[in-house]
């Protein structure tokens, strides 16, 4: 094998990015003629492929940082950066929904009849089912951040291990070898966490059934259902983000040092509580 004289990961090829792309394509036409012709074939086919592209590309993704070590220093740093722009992008997507809110609800034409709510809308009550979720959703907030905590303050060496000659005992390739109670912290804070998020997503689910009001239903209607159906999906993927985590700390793949992985399903999820606040106040109390 060549001698590497860099720190950086240069990545073999792999089929993933353009089954990713072609899932997308796919998904993106199926919906098309899904929404014009109520035919779902094409349109579960790519997002058959995008689960596939995705599943199989952080299957690598993982391999490749855990097993096979090539996650230095400054990769990890470019992982974070990337990551941090990825939640920038998000930031921008959540600010356009809002711009669209506040443009329609500062300012209510005389379509609407000059208010807000709409006339003939009849807004949620904040204090029912929206503020249980957000209690829910901030707990999670506090049970990752416990989670996280018991992470980090585990050790970072094995009494008497010997890290050289690519030992497995090395403290960079260490298992989560941590106190049990630290251990059984991370464990449950985790599941806690996995728990509130499908407890919120099936009450945003059960408030969407009782609404009085769909998403064609004045420019009001399209709005909350465009915000908050939006950070609905993102609950999604943050919780699945989380359930990965779960199952990787069960199989003893982090340690206090090496968890970028659930640093940045953490970072989601924080996002993801913000941005409720935000809608929590906005949408369903002062929108209200």
């Known amino acids: 094998m060549s001698l590497v004289y860099h720190p ?10 353009f089954v990713g792309a072609s899932g997308a394509f796919l ?10 012709y109520s035919d779902y074939r094409l349109a579960l086919i790519g997002l058959l ?45 959540f600010f356009a929904f809002f711009w669209a809110f ?4 500062l300012a209510p034409s005389v379509e609407l009849g000059g208010v807000w709510p709409p006339q003939g809308i009849e807004a949620l009550d ?3 089912v929206p503020l249980l979720n957000t209690t829910i959703l901030l707990s999670s907030g506090a049970t990752v951040t416990w989670a996280h905590h018991a992470i980090i303050g585990g050790p970072k060496t094995i009494e008497g291990a010997n890290p050289s000659n690519g030992d497995p005992s090395d403290p960079a390739k260490m298992p989560f070898f941590f106190s049990s109670n630290l251990r059984t912290n991370a464990v449950i804070g985790l599941l806690m966490t996995i728990l509130l998020g499908i407890i919120f997503t099936g009450l945003q689910a059960f408030e969407y059934k009782e609404a009085s009001f769909a998403i064609s239903d004045s ?30 700390l069960l199989a003893n793949q982090f340690t206090n040092s090496h968890h970028l992985g659930l640093e940045a399903a953490i970072w989601y999820w924080h ?18």
Request: glycine share 8%; net charge neutral; aromatic share 20%.
């Open 8 to 17: 950086y990961h240069l990545v073999d090829p792999s089929p993933w990015p």
């Open 126 to 128: 904040p204090f029912a």
């Open 49 to 93: 492929l995008i689960a596939t592209a995705a599943s199989a590309w952080w299957r690598d993704v993982i391999r490749e940082g855990t097993h096979q070590g090539h996650h230095t220093q400054i990769v990890v740093r470019g992982l974070k950066l990337g990551m941090l722009l990825f939640i920038l992008s998000e930031v921008c997507l």
């Open 27 to 36: 998904f993106t036409s199926g919906a098309v003629i899904l929404f014009h």
């Open 219 to 248: 420019v009001y209607g399209s709005t909350f259902f465009m915000l908050t159906g939006t950070h609905g999906l993102h609950v999604l993927v943050g919780t699945t983000f989380l359930i990965v985590c779960f199952f990787r």
């Open 102 to 105: 506040f443009h329609s609800s």
């Open 271 to 288: 996002f993801v509580d913000v941005v409720w606040l935000f809608l929590y106040v906005f949408v369903y109390w002062w929108g209200s």
